[in-house]
């Protein structure tokens, strides 16, 4: 019996569900991988298995996948952050087939550092959507500072922000898992990260504010995400440009 190779569009909508799910939960099971196999014709296994191999080509990961990507797996990869899903989208649609990949996807936890202009709102607002959930799914919907898991309370905030960096606006390693308050704190400057996660407060907090962000935080470290590290020359240009270094 002749295996049926895998088509770009597949391959496509195969990685979009790999950047939007945690990486421990690749498996056969998962009920995303479950939908997304109806929607292809295939097997989960066959799924699931080409997400495995995916990850062979995720620079991110600490580990390397099994190692059995093949070219037009390479090709697309390389290709896809580029588009960043908007194609995908436009598959998932074609499929007649609800590929959210997570419930929790909700744009109003997403924090860009800008106002929406009600012009293409809806468009925007989908893209947010998929960026928390890359983010959230990178940090396995954790807090980076406190560890807290409740969704409601999370954000996906952008190092750069949305506004004066349109070319990585979705690219998640653009962007940090947080609560609402150290979110918050990030966004006006009041806290920023060095390259190893070390968190740094600015001299406009009052001590006791300090004092209390830093008792919330599980150390004073970021937990690093298990893939889509935050990006060494972001961190930097938020330390030079946002963060308040000076009382």
Not at 38 to 63: C, F, M, Q
Not at 83 to 91: K, N, P, V
Not at 106 to 127: C, M, P, W
Request: hydrophobic content about 40%.
């Amino acid at each position: 019996m002749t295996r049926r190779l895998w088509t770009a569009d597949e391959v496509r909508l195969a990685i979009a569900l790999y950047v939007q799910i945690p990486f421990g939960r690749i498996h056969s099971r998962n009920p995303e991988i479950i939908e997304l196999s109806k929607g292809i014709d295939r097997s989960p296994s066959s799924v699931a298995l080409k997400l495995a191999n995916l990850a062979a080509l995720d620079e991110t990961l600490p580990r390397a996948g099994m190692q059995n990507a093949s070219a037009l797996d390479r090709t697309v990869w390389s290709e896809f952050f580029q588009t960043l899903l908007y194609e995908s989208h436009a598959l998932e649609e074609s499929l007649h087939s609800s590929l959210t990949f997570h419930e929790e996807s909700t744009n109003e936890y997403v924090h860009d550092g800008t106002s929406l202009d009600r012009f293409g709102i809806a468009k925007q607002r989908s893209r947010q959507d998929l960026f928390r959930t890359m983010v959230l799914s990178a940090y396995d919907y954790r807090c980076a500072v406190t560890g807290i898991e409740q969704p409601e309370l999370l954000v996906a905030g952008h190092i750069k922000p949305w506004s004066l960096e349109i070319g990585r606006r979705l690219d998640p390693t653009n962007g940090i898992c947080l609560n609402r308050l150290h979110d918050r704190a990030f966004d006006k400057g009041l806290i920023t990260f060095e390259d190893d996660g070390y968190m740094v407060f600015s001299p406009r907090l009052k001590p006791d504010t300090r004092d209390k962000m830093l008792q919330l935080a599980n150390a004073p470290t970021l937990k690093m995400p298990r893939r889509f590290l935050p990006d060494r020359q972001l961190l930097r240009f938020h330390r030079e440009h946002i963060f308040s270094a000076s009382p």
